[in-house]
């Protein structure tokens, strides 16, 4: 199955991760993909030290909140998903994370075609989670389970930082 968080809403990736460690609890083995994060979120640094049934890696360089996309940015999501098509091909994992996908497609720093063909040819006993503001239509159309997370309130917008722990 694909499923795909997407929406303005915090949670996204937080959804994901929940997800992740109930599959590990129940001894599947886990691929974590970070699109779009150039550093180790605290999830991740507990992921990768404490829990060997999930494996997560960085596949792009860094947010884009206050600067555009450069062509290593580019580099670094193309070589991403080369890395993801490996994993799926190892047969080895019976999950997989595209964390923040959506946001390297809104980016264009890879194409929604090239991401549609890859969905074409997942095997079938694959669970495949797509996270990411700005989910295509395509993609909406194209996932057996669509989450959107929406906004109601946020305490960002008094002006609190993101909190260590919480945020990252």
Not at 34 to 52: C, D, W
Not at 129 to 158: N, S, W
Request: charged share 25%; proline share 4%; hydrophobic share 45%.
């Amino acid at each position: 199955m694909i499923h795909l968080y997407t929406g303005n809403g915090k949670g996204k990736t937080t959804a994901a991760l929940g997800l992740c460690m109930r599959a590990a609890g129940a001894g599947m083995k886990v691929f974590i993909g970070q699109f779009v994060k150039g550093m180790l979120y605290h999830e991740a640094s507990l992921i990768t030290n404490r829990i060997p049934e999930i494996k997560l890696e960085l596949l792009g360089r860094d947010c884009f909140i206050e600067r555009t996309p450069v062509q290593a940015d580019f580099e670094a999501a193309r070589a991403g998903l080369e890395r993801v098509k490996q994993v799926i091909a190892s047969g080895q994992y019976h999950l997989i994370v595209l964390d923040e996908l959506n946001i390297a497609l809104y980016y264009k720093l890879l194409t929604l075609q090239e991401i549609l063909d890859l969905l074409d040819h997942l095997p079938p006993n694959l669970e495949l989670i797509i996270t990411g503001r700005y989910a295509p239509p395509e993609l909406i159309e194209k996932a057996d389970l669509v989450t959107e997370m929406k906004e109601v309130k946020h305490y960002f917008a008094k002006g609190i930082e993101a909190r260590k722990g919480i945020e990252w």
